[in-house]
């Protein structure tokens, strides 16, 4: 039985490097992603590869099933280091259950078509698939105790240990396998570092209780990321349907490298809102009341604008370099998705207040409404990126902005009328952003205009434009929100 101590509520402690320490494992895994994609690929020939993109792909949506939202309902449920044994239960079980389903799916493929690659590939994903559920659970657990720092210390040396698992099964000649051999590694060792560290372990009980909460719970979560995954995933299969394989390479990759600047910024700012939310309406009875509800305005009128604050610049600074960071990154062929990019960096920035709904939601007890709002925002995308399909990329990239309103519209929507929240008092904290990124971007664009036409390289184009409107945009926020510095600080001591 674990140390009810260990699972008491934080106090005080600092979410400055727990955030910057999630940051840095989001990173590191993208990094290894990268790394393990490049060797694989020049290891593996193009059909073995592709086999094992294939059987990914479908380990992919697998492993979302057998998540399940158990580290949503860790973060969001006032129970004791007891009920925390019977999640962990409830989580392995899932696991168990899923990977079951691949492993028999790789009985089948083998007695049917008598080759081993694919089956194999089946097996051993059904195995990560099995342990992926609980190490998540126990990561939960982690930043439930507010230790976020070692949370991303157990994340980051299970990449790096992948790694070196893929190099040197790649090296030894093991093929396709070595990439999940990676992985189980990579996840095996993450999930002992965090069982360790939480003292936390199943229950050999569960009570029907805790399962129906626990169901009901996931279920909502479950949903909701489903139809998110669809959400995203319709561009491309629609794309590809209309305007053909190059289209999708160009959005893809415009996709793709959104999507790691998404992951950096959000990630961190999930676990904080969890971690600081749970700790700002446990001490009322009622935490969608009228005092939690106070408490959670507060605690909103700060992290909100600290996330705009490195959102905006980031994305802004994206669609301003586009082009030159598509050559630097992926090379010249890849510069005609620059107006992709551009579109994109906008349709994420409208995304970045939708990372509070599912830790406020529930912390309140209101996680119903989520696979609603996912509903209803997946069918108006659909609806606004079917039309702009007949015609080519760029106009699907805008029907991307164009659901991003709405998405952005749906989140103010869902904080005002369903949590009570005051947007008009988040936004004027605000506000003070505009014209420090009007400045930023304006000099940004007659800077790099002046080294493209003095013919400057992609990366000094990118370095003397980014260095000067960066220093801008930090001494615009430190002459405008100077006074806010001491709140903020303490706010994120956890004070």
């Known amino acids: 039985m674990s140390d009810p101590q260990r699972t008491a509520e934080p106090a005080g402690r600092s979410y400055i490097f727990g955030g910057l320490g999630i940051a840095a494992a989001r990173l590191a895994r993208q990094l290894a992603q990268l790394a393990i994609f490049i060797v694989g690929a020049r290891f593996l020939g193009p059909t073995e590869f592709g086999i094992y993109a294939l059987v990914s792909a479908i380990a992919a949506i697998a492993v979302v099933v057998a998540l399940a939202g158990f580290n949503s309902y860790i973060l969001s449920v006032r129970g004791t280091p007891e009920l925390l044994s019977e999640v962990l239960t409830i989580a392995f079980a899932t696991g168990l259950a899923v990977a079951l389903v691949g492993a028999t799916a790789a009985g089948i493929v083998f007695k049917v078509t008598g080759q081993t690659t694919i089956p194999l590939l089946l097996l051993l994903f059904s195995i990560w698939i099995l342990i992926a559920p609980i190490a998540d659970a126990q990561a939960a657990i982690l930043i439930r105790q507010g230790r976020l720092g070692a949370a991303a210390a157990c994340e980051i040396s299970g990449e790096l240990f992948g790694i070196a698992i893929a190099l040197w099964l790649l090296t030894a000649g093991v093929g396709a396998a070595s990439l999940v051999f990676a992985r189980i590694a990579a996840q095996c060792l993450q999930l002992s570092c965090y069982t360790f560290l939480t003292g936390q372990y199943p229950s050999l009980r569960v009570s029907k209780d805790v399962v129906k909460d626990v169901a009901y719970f996931s279920s909502t979560v479950l949903s909701a990321r489903i139809l998110g995954n669809i959400r995203d995933s319709f561009s491309t299969f629609i794309i590809g349907a209309f305007l053909g394989a190059a289209s999708v390479g160009f959005f893809r990759a415009s996709q793709r490298l959104l999507g790691s600047v998404h992951e950096l910024l959000s990630e961190p700012a999930r676990a904080i809102t969890w971690l600081h939310l749970r700790k700002v309406t446990s001490p009322h009875g009622d935490p969608s009341g009228p005092a939690a509800t106070a408490d959670m305005q507060r605690a909103l009128e700060w992290m909100v604008p600290l996330l705009l604050a490195l959102a905006a610049p ?94 952005f519209a749906t989140t103010i929507w869902l904080h005002t009328r369903v949590l009570g929240l005051d947007w008009r008092r988040i936004a004027a904290r605000c506000i003070f952003l505009l014209p420090v990124l009007l400045g930023m971007a304006v000099l940004a664009l007659i800077v790099r205009d002046e080294a493209i036409a003095r013919g400057a390289a992609p990366f000094v184009t990118l370095l003397v434009t980014a260095i000067p409107a960066a220093l801008l945009y930090l001494t615009g926020v430190a002459v405008l929100r100077a006074r806010d510095f001491p709140v903020l600080i303490r706010s994120l001591k956890g004070g």
Do not use: C
Not at 360 to 387: C, D, E, H, Q, W
Not at 392 to 399: G, K, L, P, S, T
């Open 314 to 407: 980031t994305y802004l600074g994206i669609a301003i370099m586009s082009e030159e960071l598509l050559g630097l990154l992926l090379g010249d062929a890849w510069r005609p998705a620059a107006p992709v990019v551009t579109l994109l960096a906008l349709a994420s920035l409208l995304l970045a207040p939708a990372v509070f709904s599912e830790p406020m939601l529930g912390l309140t007890g209101k996680m119903r409404y989520m696979p609603r709002i996912s509903l209803f925002n997946t069918v108006v995308a659909i609806a606004l990126i079917l039309p702009a399909s007949q015609v080519d990329v760029i106009h699907v990239a805008w029907a991307q902005v164009a659901s991003g309103f709405v998405i």
